[in-house]
Protein backbone atom coordinates (compact mmCIF):
# COMPACT_ATOMS: atom_id res chain seq x y z
CA UNK A 1 0.00 0.00 0.00
CA UNK A 2 0.93 3.49 -0.92
CA UNK A 3 1.99 5.66 1.87
CA UNK A 4 1.69 9.18 0.42
CA UNK A 5 -1.59 10.03 -0.95
CA UNK A 6 -2.73 14.02 -3.08
CA UNK A 7 -6.51 13.27 -0.91
CA UNK A 8 -6.89 10.97 1.96
CA UNK A 9 -11.28 10.59 1.49
CA UNK A 10 -12.41 9.73 5.16
CA UNK A 11 -15.30 7.67 5.31
CA UNK A 12 -16.67 5.82 1.35
CA UNK A 13 -20.16 6.31 1.44
CA UNK A 14 -22.53 8.58 -1.11
CA UNK A 15 -20.31 11.93 -0.33
CA UNK A 16 -16.53 10.34 -0.05
CA UNK A 17 -17.42 7.69 -3.25
CA UNK A 18 -18.55 10.39 -5.69
CA UNK A 19 -16.30 13.09 -4.20
CA UNK A 20 -13.36 10.43 -5.06
CA UNK A 21 -14.82 9.94 -8.32
CA UNK A 22 -15.27 13.34 -9.26
CA UNK A 23 -11.81 14.61 -7.85
CA UNK A 24 -10.41 11.97 -10.37
CA UNK A 25 -12.32 12.93 -13.25
CA UNK A 26 -10.98 16.51 -12.65
CA UNK A 27 -7.43 15.64 -11.63
CA UNK A 28 -6.38 11.83 -13.27
CA UNK A 29 -3.11 12.03 -11.95
CA UNK A 30 -4.10 12.70 -8.23
CA UNK A 31 -3.47 9.93 -6.02
CA UNK A 32 -6.73 9.23 -3.61
CA UNK A 33 -7.07 6.83 -1.07
CA UNK A 34 -10.83 6.43 0.52
CA UNK A 35 -10.72 4.65 4.07
CA UNK A 36 -13.90 2.79 4.84
CA UNK A 37 -15.05 1.55 7.98
CA UNK A 38 -17.34 -0.66 6.98
CA UNK A 39 -15.52 -4.34 5.93
CA UNK A 40 -16.89 -5.44 2.99
CA UNK A 41 -19.40 -4.61 0.44
CA UNK A 42 -22.99 -3.02 1.69
CA UNK A 43 -26.18 -4.69 2.22
CA UNK A 44 -28.49 -4.87 -0.84
CA UNK A 45 -31.74 -3.05 0.23
CA UNK A 46 -31.56 -2.60 3.87
CA UNK A 47 -28.88 -0.20 3.91
CA UNK A 48 -28.84 3.86 4.32
CA UNK A 49 -31.43 6.68 3.49
CA UNK A 50 -31.10 8.93 0.87
CA UNK A 51 -32.75 7.01 -1.29
CA UNK A 52 -34.76 9.61 -3.36
CA UNK A 53 -33.18 11.90 -5.66
CA UNK A 54 -34.59 15.19 -6.62
CA UNK A 55 -33.30 17.44 -9.73
CA UNK A 56 -29.99 19.12 -8.12
CA UNK A 57 -28.19 16.14 -7.35
CA UNK A 58 -29.83 14.03 -10.04
CA UNK A 59 -27.62 16.55 -12.64
CA UNK A 60 -24.44 15.63 -10.34
CA UNK A 61 -25.06 11.71 -10.37
CA UNK A 62 -26.23 11.82 -14.31
CA UNK A 63 -24.44 14.33 -15.74
CA UNK A 64 -21.39 15.68 -13.62
CA UNK A 65 -19.85 11.93 -12.83
CA UNK A 66 -21.52 10.60 -16.05
CA UNK A 67 -23.20 7.74 -14.17
CA UNK A 68 -26.73 8.31 -16.50
CA UNK A 69 -26.40 4.64 -18.40
CA UNK A 70 -25.72 2.98 -14.82
CA UNK A 71 -28.71 4.74 -13.78
CA UNK A 72 -31.14 4.14 -16.08
CA UNK A 73 -30.34 0.41 -16.02
CA UNK A 74 -29.62 -0.07 -12.46
CA UNK A 75 -31.83 2.31 -10.21
CA UNK A 76 -35.31 3.10 -10.52
CA UNK A 77 -36.84 6.37 -12.65
CA UNK A 78 -38.44 8.60 -10.03
CA UNK A 79 -41.85 10.36 -10.84
CA UNK A 80 -41.49 13.30 -8.89
CA UNK A 81 -42.32 14.13 -5.03
CA UNK A 82 -46.21 13.35 -4.72
CA UNK A 83 -48.16 14.60 -1.40
CA UNK A 84 -51.33 13.47 -0.24
CA UNK A 85 -53.03 15.91 1.98
CA UNK A 86 -57.14 16.44 3.60
CA UNK A 87 -55.97 14.41 6.73
CA UNK A 88 -60.08 13.79 7.16
CA UNK A 89 -59.57 11.26 4.37
CA UNK A 90 -57.17 9.28 5.90
CA UNK A 91 -59.33 6.33 5.40
CA UNK A 92 -59.86 7.19 1.47
CA UNK A 93 -57.01 8.14 -0.56
CA UNK A 94 -58.74 8.87 -3.44
CA UNK A 95 -61.00 11.79 -1.82
CA UNK A 96 -57.41 12.69 -0.35
CA UNK A 97 -56.14 16.03 -2.52
CA UNK A 98 -53.10 14.75 -3.94
CA UNK A 99 -50.05 16.65 -5.44
CA UNK A 100 -48.10 15.18 -8.21
CA UNK A 101 -47.06 15.24 -11.59
CA UNK A 102 -49.66 13.58 -13.63
CA UNK A 103 -46.90 12.72 -17.32
CA UNK A 104 -42.85 11.97 -16.08
CA UNK A 105 -41.02 15.01 -15.65
CA UNK A 106 -38.40 16.11 -18.53
CA UNK A 107 -35.67 16.54 -16.54
CA UNK A 108 -35.46 13.46 -14.61
CA UNK A 109 -34.59 11.95 -10.86
CA UNK A 110 -34.15 7.94 -9.40
CA UNK A 111 -35.18 6.21 -6.35
CA UNK A 112 -32.01 5.05 -5.39
CA UNK A 113 -30.93 1.36 -3.46
CA UNK A 114 -28.36 2.94 -1.56
CA UNK A 115 -26.39 -0.59 -1.21
CA UNK A 116 -26.39 -1.31 -5.23
CA UNK A 117 -25.64 1.99 -5.19
CA UNK A 118 -22.48 2.11 -2.98
CA UNK A 119 -21.36 -0.93 -4.32
CA UNK A 120 -21.61 0.40 -7.95
CA UNK A 121 -19.72 3.24 -6.67
CA UNK A 122 -16.80 1.84 -4.66
CA UNK A 123 -16.22 -0.31 -8.01
CA UNK A 124 -16.01 2.48 -10.30
CA UNK A 125 -13.32 4.19 -7.85
CA UNK A 126 -11.28 1.05 -7.62
CA UNK A 127 -11.47 0.61 -11.32
CA UNK A 128 -10.28 4.07 -12.42
CA UNK A 129 -7.44 4.07 -9.83
CA UNK A 130 -8.65 5.24 -6.82
CA UNK A 131 -7.51 3.22 -3.49
CA UNK A 132 -10.23 2.31 -1.80
CA UNK A 133 -9.63 0.00 1.95
CA UNK A 134 -13.09 -1.79 3.40
CA UNK A 135 -12.50 -1.76 7.17
CA UNK A 136 -10.18 0.71 7.78
CA UNK A 137 -11.47 3.00 10.53
CA UNK A 138 -9.93 6.79 10.77
CA UNK A 139 -8.65 7.43 14.48
CA UNK A 140 -6.88 10.47 14.38
CA UNK A 141 -5.25 13.18 12.14
CA UNK A 142 -2.47 15.72 12.35
CA UNK A 143 -2.45 18.62 10.05
CA UNK A 144 0.43 19.68 8.66
CA UNK A 145 2.03 22.09 6.71
CA UNK A 146 4.23 19.33 4.42
CA UNK A 147 1.64 16.68 4.32
CA UNK A 148 -1.76 15.64 6.97
CA UNK A 149 -1.06 12.50 8.79
CA UNK A 150 -3.81 10.27 9.29
CA UNK A 151 -4.08 7.57 11.42
CA UNK A 152 -6.19 4.37 10.84
CA UNK A 153 -6.75 0.90 12.06
CA UNK A 154 -7.15 -1.90 8.55
CA UNK A 155 -7.10 -4.70 9.43
CA UNK A 156 -6.36 -5.00 12.86
CA UNK A 157 -3.82 -3.19 12.42
CA UNK A 158 -2.35 0.56 13.35
CA UNK A 159 -1.15 2.64 10.21
CA UNK A 160 -0.42 5.92 9.41
CA UNK A 161 -0.70 7.48 5.53
CA UNK A 162 -0.40 10.81 4.75
CA UNK A 163 -2.37 13.25 2.20
CA UNK A 164 -1.92 16.61 0.81
CA UNK A 165 -5.63 16.66 1.36
CA UNK A 166 -8.20 15.38 4.28
CA UNK A 167 -11.29 15.17 3.76
CA UNK A 168 -13.88 14.02 6.46
CA UNK A 169 -17.09 12.60 5.20
CA UNK A 170 -17.85 9.64 7.63
CA UNK A 171 -21.07 10.43 8.05
CA UNK A 172 -23.05 11.09 11.40
CA UNK A 173 -19.44 9.94 12.65
CA UNK A 174 -18.64 13.72 12.19
CA UNK A 175 -15.02 12.72 12.66
CA UNK A 176 -13.47 16.54 11.90
CA UNK A 177 -16.40 18.30 13.39
CA UNK A 178 -15.86 16.07 16.31
CA UNK A 179 -12.15 16.59 16.39
CA UNK A 180 -12.14 20.10 15.23
CA UNK A 181 -15.11 20.87 18.14
CA UNK A 182 -17.06 22.74 14.81
CA UNK A 183 -20.63 21.56 16.05
CA UNK A 184 -23.30 23.66 16.09
CA UNK A 185 -26.74 23.66 17.22
CA UNK A 186 -29.23 24.12 14.93
CA UNK A 187 -32.92 24.87 16.22
CA UNK A 188 -34.91 22.25 14.18
CA UNK A 189 -35.41 19.21 16.23
CA UNK A 190 -37.46 16.59 13.68
CA UNK A 191 -37.29 13.03 14.24
CA UNK A 192 -37.24 10.06 12.00
CA UNK A 193 -37.26 6.28 12.26
CA UNK A 194 -37.90 4.22 8.94
CA UNK A 195 -37.38 0.50 7.24
CA UNK A 196 -37.36 -1.53 4.59
CA UNK A 197 -40.30 -4.18 3.59
CA UNK A 198 -40.10 -6.93 0.81
CA UNK A 199 -41.96 -6.35 -2.45
CA UNK A 200 -43.70 -3.12 -3.40
CA UNK A 201 -46.32 -0.66 -1.61
CA UNK A 202 -48.46 0.24 -4.51
CA UNK A 203 -50.69 3.38 -3.41
CA UNK A 204 -52.46 2.33 -6.82
CA UNK A 205 -54.24 -0.36 -5.14
CA UNK A 206 -55.38 1.12 -1.96
CA UNK A 207 -58.71 2.30 -3.63
CA UNK A 208 -61.45 0.70 -5.42
CA UNK A 209 -62.33 4.04 -6.90
CA UNK A 210 -61.88 3.49 -11.16
CA UNK A 211 -61.56 7.03 -12.19
CA UNK A 212 -58.86 7.58 -9.70
CA UNK A 213 -57.21 4.41 -10.13
CA UNK A 214 -57.09 5.64 -14.23
CA UNK A 215 -56.42 8.79 -13.77
CA UNK A 216 -52.33 8.37 -13.95
CA UNK A 217 -51.34 5.66 -16.13
CA UNK A 218 -50.81 2.99 -13.71
CA UNK A 219 -48.01 2.07 -11.59
CA UNK A 220 -46.75 6.17 -11.91
CA UNK A 221 -48.00 7.05 -9.25
CA UNK A 222 -45.00 3.87 -7.39
CA UNK A 223 -42.51 5.39 -8.90
CA UNK A 224 -43.06 8.92 -6.97
CA UNK A 225 -41.65 9.40 -3.34
CA UNK A 226 -45.19 9.11 -1.77
CA UNK A 227 -45.72 11.69 1.56
CA UNK A 228 -48.94 11.28 3.43
CA UNK A 229 -49.10 14.47 5.64
CA UNK A 230 -50.52 15.72 8.39
CA UNK A 231 -50.05 18.07 11.45
CA UNK A 232 -46.63 17.56 12.92
CA UNK A 233 -45.63 14.49 10.40
CA UNK A 234 -45.15 13.17 7.18
CA UNK A 235 -45.23 9.19 6.08
CA UNK A 236 -42.71 8.52 3.02
CA UNK A 237 -43.49 5.34 0.60
CA UNK A 238 -40.46 4.85 -1.74
CA UNK A 239 -39.89 2.33 -3.95
CA UNK A 240 -36.35 0.64 -4.72
CA UNK A 241 -35.00 -1.14 -7.81
CA UNK A 242 -34.64 -4.49 -5.60
CA UNK A 243 -37.61 -4.68 -5.50
CA UNK A 244 -38.62 -3.45 -2.19
CA UNK A 245 -40.20 -0.65 -0.63
CA UNK A 246 -38.86 1.68 1.74
CA UNK A 247 -41.22 3.35 4.33
CA UNK A 248 -40.11 6.45 7.02
CA UNK A 249 -42.01 8.32 9.60
CA UNK A 250 -40.23 12.08 10.28
CA UNK A 251 -42.74 14.09 12.69
CA UNK A 252 -41.94 17.47 15.10
CA UNK A 253 -41.31 15.49 18.36
CA UNK A 254 -43.50 18.42 20.21
CA UNK A 255 -46.51 17.41 18.44
CA UNK A 256 -45.49 13.49 18.35
CA UNK A 257 -43.30 12.61 20.37
CA UNK A 258 -39.95 10.17 19.21
CA UNK A 259 -41.39 7.45 21.90
CA UNK A 260 -44.68 6.80 20.38
CA UNK A 261 -42.56 5.64 17.08
CA UNK A 262 -39.08 4.78 17.83
CA UNK A 263 -39.43 0.63 17.90
CA UNK A 264 -40.81 -1.11 15.32
CA UNK A 265 -44.50 -2.40 17.15
CA UNK A 266 -44.79 1.35 18.21
CA UNK A 267 -44.58 2.57 14.29
CA UNK A 268 -46.74 0.04 13.15
CA UNK A 269 -49.47 1.13 15.81
CA UNK A 270 -48.27 4.62 15.28
CA UNK A 271 -49.32 4.13 11.77
CA UNK A 272 -52.40 2.65 12.64
CA UNK A 273 -53.87 5.80 14.23
CA UNK A 274 -52.38 8.73 12.06
CA UNK A 275 -52.22 6.86 8.42
CA UNK A 276 -54.30 3.80 9.07
CA UNK A 277 -53.69 2.94 4.92
CA UNK A 278 -50.11 2.48 5.50
CA UNK A 279 -51.05 0.35 8.66
CA UNK A 280 -53.58 -1.92 6.87
CA UNK A 281 -51.06 -2.47 4.23
CA UNK A 282 -48.11 -3.07 5.79
CA UNK A 283 -48.70 -4.94 9.25
CA UNK A 284 -50.52 -8.21 7.34
CA UNK A 285 -46.77 -8.39 5.85
CA UNK A 286 -45.28 -7.35 8.98
CA UNK A 287 -42.67 -10.29 8.56
CA UNK A 288 -41.16 -9.09 5.75
CA UNK A 289 -39.85 -6.21 7.35
CA UNK A 290 -36.29 -5.81 6.39
CA UNK A 291 -35.09 -3.51 9.00
CA UNK A 292 -35.74 -0.84 11.51
CA UNK A 293 -34.05 2.35 12.11
CA UNK A 294 -34.38 5.49 13.91
CA UNK A 295 -32.77 8.72 14.02
CA UNK A 296 -33.54 11.48 17.00
CA UNK A 297 -32.89 15.29 16.07
CA UNK A 298 -31.15 14.33 12.57
CA UNK A 299 -30.67 17.83 11.67
CA UNK A 300 -27.00 19.00 12.17
CA UNK A 301 -24.80 21.85 11.64
CA UNK A 302 -21.04 22.62 11.52
CA UNK A 303 -19.06 26.17 12.04
CA UNK A 304 -16.92 25.50 9.18
CA UNK A 305 -16.60 23.47 5.82
CA UNK A 306 -13.53 24.28 4.15
CA UNK A 307 -10.32 25.40 5.07
CA UNK A 308 -7.53 26.96 2.81
CA UNK A 309 -5.31 24.11 5.14
CA UNK A 310 -6.17 21.98 2.84
CA UNK A 311 -9.31 19.65 4.98
CA UNK A 312 -12.99 20.13 4.25
CA UNK A 313 -16.22 18.36 5.45
CA UNK A 314 -18.80 16.62 2.84
CA UNK A 315 -21.83 14.99 3.36
CA UNK A 316 -23.59 14.43 6.37
CA UNK A 317 -20.25 14.79 8.48
CA UNK A 318 -20.99 18.55 7.83
CA UNK A 319 -24.71 19.97 7.56
CA UNK A 320 -28.07 18.21 6.68
CA UNK A 321 -31.74 19.61 7.55
CA UNK A 322 -35.09 17.92 6.83
CA UNK A 323 -35.44 15.12 4.54
CA UNK A 324 -38.96 16.94 3.35
CA UNK A 325 -37.19 17.08 -0.17
CA UNK A 326 -35.36 14.90 -0.44
CA UNK A 327 -32.49 17.38 -0.51
CA UNK A 328 -29.50 14.97 1.18
CA UNK A 329 -27.85 14.35 -2.38
CA UNK A 330 -28.13 17.75 -3.65
CA UNK A 331 -26.08 19.02 -0.16
CA UNK A 332 -23.49 16.25 -1.50
CA UNK A 333 -23.42 17.63 -4.62
CA UNK A 334 -22.88 21.04 -3.89
CA UNK A 335 -20.11 20.23 -1.80
CA UNK A 336 -18.37 18.16 -3.36
CA UNK A 337 -17.95 20.44 -6.45
CA UNK A 338 -17.03 23.00 -4.67
CA UNK A 339 -14.33 20.80 -2.54
CA UNK A 340 -13.02 18.78 -5.69
CA UNK A 341 -13.01 22.74 -7.47
CA UNK A 342 -10.12 23.75 -4.58
CA UNK A 343 -8.65 20.74 -4.62
CA UNK A 344 -8.10 21.27 -8.37
CA UNK A 345 -6.42 24.76 -7.96
CA UNK A 346 -4.74 23.75 -4.80
CA UNK A 347 -2.44 21.14 -6.65
CA UNK A 348 -2.41 23.59 -9.70
CA UNK A 349 -0.66 25.76 -7.42
CA UNK A 350 -2.96 28.99 -7.12
CA UNK A 351 -3.42 30.58 -3.62
CA UNK A 352 -7.01 29.11 -2.59
CA UNK A 353 -7.80 31.54 0.37
CA UNK A 354 -10.28 33.59 -1.03
CA UNK A 355 -12.05 30.51 -3.24
CA UNK A 356 -11.88 28.56 0.22
CA UNK A 357 -13.52 31.52 1.78
CA UNK A 358 -16.55 32.19 -0.96
CA UNK A 359 -16.82 28.75 -1.54
CA UNK A 360 -17.47 28.17 2.54
CA UNK A 361 -20.41 31.73 2.58
CA UNK A 362 -21.81 30.48 -0.29
CA UNK A 363 -22.63 26.86 0.92
CA UNK A 364 -23.87 28.51 4.30
CA UNK A 365 -25.90 30.94 2.63
CA UNK A 366 -27.85 28.01 0.44
CA UNK A 367 -28.23 26.16 3.68
CA UNK A 368 -29.14 29.51 6.10
CA UNK A 369 -31.77 30.16 3.46
CA UNK A 370 -33.15 26.49 3.58
CA UNK A 371 -33.64 26.31 7.17
CA UNK A 372 -36.64 28.30 7.40
CA UNK A 373 -38.25 26.24 5.20
CA UNK A 374 -38.71 23.77 7.67
CA UNK A 375 -38.11 25.31 11.55
CA UNK A 376 -40.98 25.45 13.60
CA UNK A 377 -43.26 24.66 10.01
CA UNK A 378 -44.01 21.12 11.38
CA UNK A 379 -47.51 22.00 13.00
CA UNK A 380 -48.78 23.42 9.19
CA UNK A 381 -48.23 19.82 7.21
CA UNK A 382 -52.04 19.19 7.92
CA UNK A 383 -53.19 22.11 6.18
CA UNK A 384 -54.02 21.56 2.46
CA UNK A 385 -54.12 24.73 1.20
CA UNK A 386 -50.86 26.36 2.91
CA UNK A 387 -49.29 23.22 1.53
CA UNK A 388 -50.20 23.23 -1.49
CA UNK A 389 -48.77 27.21 -1.57
CA UNK A 390 -45.43 26.37 0.50
CA UNK A 391 -44.57 23.12 -1.97
CA UNK A 392 -44.67 24.99 -5.21
CA UNK A 393 -43.60 28.03 -3.95
CA UNK A 394 -40.11 26.08 -2.39
CA UNK A 395 -39.71 24.40 -5.95
CA UNK A 396 -40.21 27.79 -7.82
CA UNK A 397 -37.32 28.69 -5.31
CA UNK A 398 -35.24 25.41 -6.00
CA UNK A 399 -35.02 25.23 -9.67
CA UNK A 400 -34.71 28.70 -10.09
CA UNK A 401 -31.90 29.93 -8.75
CA UNK A 402 -29.43 26.89 -6.41
CA UNK A 403 -30.09 24.44 -9.05
CA UNK A 404 -30.39 26.39 -12.37
CA UNK A 405 -27.17 27.90 -11.11
CA UNK A 406 -25.82 24.06 -10.43
CA UNK A 407 -26.40 22.46 -13.89
CA UNK A 408 -24.76 25.49 -15.21
CA UNK A 409 -21.88 25.42 -12.78
CA UNK A 410 -22.10 28.76 -11.51
CA UNK A 411 -20.68 27.73 -8.28
CA UNK A 412 -17.72 27.32 -9.03
CA UNK A 413 -17.56 30.57 -10.73
CA UNK A 414 -16.44 33.68 -8.95
CA UNK A 415 -17.53 36.23 -11.73
CA UNK A 416 -21.30 34.65 -11.33
CA UNK A 417 -20.93 34.56 -7.43
CA UNK A 418 -20.06 38.05 -6.99
CA UNK A 419 -22.75 38.88 -8.84
CA UNK A 420 -25.29 37.40 -7.19
CA UNK A 421 -24.10 37.18 -3.71
CA UNK A 422 -21.99 39.91 -3.05
CA UNK A 423 -24.03 42.50 -2.51
CA UNK A 424 -27.47 43.32 -0.97
CA UNK A 425 -29.04 43.87 -5.06
CA UNK A 426 -27.36 40.71 -6.40
CA UNK A 427 -30.27 38.00 -7.47
CA UNK A 428 -28.96 35.46 -5.06
CA UNK A 429 -28.98 37.73 -1.76
CA UNK A 430 -32.87 38.99 -2.95
CA UNK A 431 -33.50 35.37 -3.09
CA UNK A 432 -32.82 34.48 0.22
CA UNK A 433 -34.35 37.52 1.91
CA UNK A 434 -37.45 36.08 -0.30
CA UNK A 435 -37.19 33.41 0.71
CA UNK A 436 -37.30 34.08 4.51
CA UNK A 437 -40.08 36.70 3.80
CA UNK A 438 -42.58 34.09 2.20
CA UNK A 439 -41.63 31.29 4.35
CA UNK A 440 -43.46 33.70 7.45
CA UNK A 441 -45.92 34.73 5.57
CA UNK A 442 -47.02 31.18 5.33
CA UNK A 443 -46.83 30.99 8.67
CA UNK A 444 -48.75 33.79 9.76
CA UNK A 445 -51.18 32.42 6.97
CA UNK A 446 -51.51 29.26 8.20
CA UNK A 447 -53.53 30.04 11.01
CA UNK A 448 -56.85 31.43 8.98
CA UNK A 449 -56.33 28.44 6.83
CA UNK A 450 -59.37 26.44 8.59
CA UNK A 451 -61.66 24.95 5.27
CA UNK A 452 -61.22 21.16 4.54
CA UNK A 453 -60.76 20.29 0.57
CA UNK A 454 -60.90 17.45 -0.95
CA UNK A 455 -61.14 15.44 -3.48
CA UNK A 456 -59.16 17.69 -5.92
CA UNK A 457 -55.95 16.40 -7.62
CA UNK A 458 -53.11 19.46 -8.67
CA UNK A 459 -50.39 18.97 -11.22
CA UNK A 460 -47.22 21.56 -10.91
CA UNK A 461 -47.17 21.35 -14.59
CA UNK A 462 -50.95 22.79 -14.68
CA UNK A 463 -48.93 25.69 -13.72
CA UNK A 464 -47.26 27.42 -16.38
CA UNK A 465 -43.96 29.21 -14.76
CA UNK A 466 -43.44 26.05 -12.69
CA UNK A 467 -43.22 24.07 -16.06
CA UNK A 468 -40.76 26.70 -17.25
CA UNK A 469 -38.66 26.88 -14.49
CA UNK A 470 -38.31 22.88 -14.30
CA UNK A 471 -37.80 22.37 -18.02
CA UNK A 472 -35.37 25.36 -17.83
CA UNK A 473 -32.64 23.13 -15.95
CA UNK A 474 -31.82 21.47 -19.14
CA UNK A 475 -30.56 25.67 -20.34
CA UNK A 476 -27.40 25.89 -20.75
CA UNK A 477 -26.12 29.67 -20.18
CA UNK A 478 -22.62 31.44 -20.60
CA UNK A 479 -21.35 33.12 -16.99
CA UNK A 480 -23.12 36.27 -17.96
CA UNK A 481 -26.02 35.10 -18.77
CA UNK A 482 -26.66 32.67 -16.34
CA UNK A 483 -26.32 35.81 -13.68
CA UNK A 484 -29.18 37.72 -15.98
CA UNK A 485 -31.06 34.16 -15.95
CA UNK A 486 -31.00 34.18 -12.32
CA UNK A 487 -31.83 37.90 -11.58
CA UNK A 488 -35.10 37.37 -13.78
CA UNK A 489 -36.29 34.31 -11.83
CA UNK A 490 -35.79 36.02 -8.62
CA UNK A 491 -37.99 39.07 -10.51
CA UNK A 492 -40.87 36.07 -11.35
CA UNK A 493 -40.40 35.49 -7.82
CA UNK A 494 -40.98 38.56 -6.34
CA UNK A 495 -43.98 38.65 -8.63
CA UNK A 496 -45.38 35.09 -7.50
CA UNK A 497 -44.75 36.22 -3.74
CA UNK A 498 -46.65 39.51 -4.44
CA UNK A 499 -49.60 37.62 -6.17
CA UNK A 500 -49.84 35.08 -3.02
CA UNK A 501 -49.69 38.17 -0.98
CA UNK A 502 -52.39 39.65 -2.45
CA UNK A 503 -54.71 36.52 -2.19
CA UNK A 504 -53.73 35.54 1.72
CA UNK A 505 -54.75 39.22 2.31
CA UNK A 506 -57.83 39.40 0.13
CA UNK A 507 -59.13 36.31 1.91
CA UNK A 508 -58.24 37.74 5.49
CA UNK A 509 -58.94 41.18 4.58
CA UNK A 510 -60.87 41.84 1.54
CA UNK A 511 -58.20 44.30 0.16
CA UNK A 512 -58.03 44.21 -3.26
CA UNK A 513 -56.65 41.96 -6.19
CA UNK A 514 -54.57 45.09 -7.36
CA UNK A 515 -53.08 45.80 -4.64
CA UNK A 516 -49.71 46.77 -5.34
CA UNK A 517 -47.27 45.19 -2.77
CA UNK A 518 -43.44 44.84 -2.03
CA UNK A 519 -42.82 41.60 -1.80
CA UNK A 520 -39.59 42.15 0.92
CA UNK A 521 -42.16 43.92 3.25
CA UNK A 522 -45.31 41.80 3.54
CA UNK A 523 -47.06 41.09 7.04
CA UNK A 524 -50.78 39.68 7.45
CA UNK A 525 -50.70 41.19 10.83
CA UNK A 526 -52.96 43.91 10.20
CA UNK A 527 -54.60 45.15 7.48
CA UNK A 528 -52.11 46.12 4.52
CA UNK A 529 -52.15 48.57 2.63
CA UNK A 530 -50.71 49.33 -0.95
CA UNK A 531 -47.61 50.13 -1.46
CA UNK A 532 -46.39 53.19 -3.85
CA UNK A 533 -43.58 51.66 -5.80
CA UNK A 534 -45.22 48.10 -4.74
CA UNK A 535 -45.46 45.38 -7.58
CA UNK A 536 -48.07 43.38 -9.61
CA UNK A 537 -47.62 40.32 -11.13
CA UNK A 538 -47.83 39.51 -14.89
CA UNK A 539 -50.76 37.57 -16.17
CA UNK A 540 -48.94 34.06 -15.98
CA UNK A 541 -48.28 34.38 -12.39
CA UNK A 542 -51.67 34.88 -11.86
CA UNK A 543 -52.86 32.26 -13.62
CA UNK A 544 -50.62 29.75 -11.93
CA UNK A 545 -51.76 30.98 -8.37
CA UNK A 546 -55.29 30.89 -9.30
CA UNK A 547 -54.73 27.08 -10.01
CA UNK A 548 -53.43 27.01 -6.73
CA UNK A 549 -55.68 29.34 -4.87
CA UNK A 550 -59.07 27.16 -3.48
CA UNK A 551 -60.36 29.89 -1.28
CA UNK A 552 -62.78 31.95 -3.31
CA UNK A 553 -61.20 35.36 -4.48
CA UNK A 554 -63.65 38.32 -3.01
C1 LIG B 1 -34.62 10.38 7.77
C2 LIG B 1 -33.74 10.76 6.63
C3 LIG B 1 -34.18 10.59 5.33
C4 LIG B 1 -33.37 10.97 4.26
N1 LIG B 1 -33.84 10.85 2.99
C5 LIG B 1 -33.10 11.32 1.96
C6 LIG B 1 -33.58 11.25 0.63
O1 LIG B 1 -34.66 10.76 0.36
N2 LIG B 1 -32.79 11.73 -0.35
C7 LIG B 1 -31.56 12.27 -0.10
O2 LIG B 1 -30.89 12.71 -1.04
N3 LIG B 1 -31.07 12.31 1.14
C8 LIG B 1 -31.81 11.86 2.17
N4 LIG B 1 -31.30 11.89 3.42
C9 LIG B 1 -29.92 12.34 3.61
C10 LIG B 1 -28.97 11.22 3.26
O3 LIG B 1 -29.23 10.12 4.07
C11 LIG B 1 -27.56 11.70 3.49
O4 LIG B 1 -27.36 12.89 2.77
C12 LIG B 1 -26.52 10.72 2.99
O5 LIG B 1 -26.79 9.41 3.37
C13 LIG B 1 -25.20 11.09 3.63
O6 LIG B 1 -24.17 10.38 3.01
P1 LIG B 1 -22.72 10.46 3.63
O7 LIG B 1 -21.83 9.82 2.66
O8 LIG B 1 -22.43 11.81 4.12
O9 LIG B 1 -22.84 9.57 4.95
P2 LIG B 1 -22.94 7.99 5.04
O10 LIG B 1 -23.66 7.44 3.89
O11 LIG B 1 -23.42 7.69 6.41
O12 LIG B 1 -21.44 7.52 4.89
C14 LIG B 1 -20.48 7.72 5.89
C15 LIG B 1 -19.51 6.55 5.82
O13 LIG B 1 -18.42 6.82 6.69
C16 LIG B 1 -18.02 5.62 7.32
N5 LIG B 1 -17.30 5.98 8.54
C17 LIG B 1 -17.78 6.49 9.69
N6 LIG B 1 -16.79 6.72 10.57
C18 LIG B 1 -15.65 6.37 9.95
C19 LIG B 1 -14.28 6.40 10.32
N7 LIG B 1 -13.88 6.83 11.52
N8 LIG B 1 -13.37 5.96 9.43
C20 LIG B 1 -13.72 5.51 8.20
N9 LIG B 1 -15.01 5.44 7.79
C21 LIG B 1 -15.96 5.89 8.66
C22 LIG B 1 -19.33 4.87 7.54
O14 LIG B 1 -19.12 3.49 7.64
C23 LIG B 1 -20.14 5.26 6.30
O15 LIG B 1 -20.07 4.30 5.28
C24 LIG B 1 -32.09 11.50 4.50
C25 LIG B 1 -31.63 11.65 5.82
C26 LIG B 1 -32.45 11.30 6.87
C27 LIG B 1 -31.94 11.50 8.27
Redesign the pocket.
Known sequence: MNNSFDVAI????????TLALQTKQILPNASIVV????DGG?PEAAH???????EL?THYIREVLDLKDYMDEHQLPKHGLRFFFSPQHKNDISKRVELGPRKLLPVPSHQ?D?GTF?NKLTELCIERGIEVLLG????DVDFKDAGHKVD?NYQQEDKSITARWVID?????S?LKRKLGLKKDINHAVC?A?FRIKGDLNVDDWSDNKEWNTFLEPGLRRLG?VHFMDKGYWV?L?PLATGNTSV?I?ADPAIHPFETYNKLDKALEWLKVNEPLCYENIEPRKDDILDFKI?KH?ALNSEKLYSHDRWAI?????V?LD?FY???????SLNNTLISDLIARDMAGEDITLHTDVYEKTLFAIFNNWVPLYEDKYPMWGLTQTMILKIFWDWAIYWGVPTLLFTNDGFTKLMVLKNLFASENGGGQKFGRLSIQVQTLLLEWSKYDTEQFEDRYIDPFDIAYLRDLHIGLDERYSPRELVAKVNENVVLLEEIASELFRLMSNQIYGTPMDMKVDPYAMSLKTKPMEVENGIIAREQVKEGLAVMWYYPVK
Open positions: LGGGLAGLLERRAKVGESTVGIREAKANFSTGRAFAWTWIGVLFSGESGFASPGTDFI
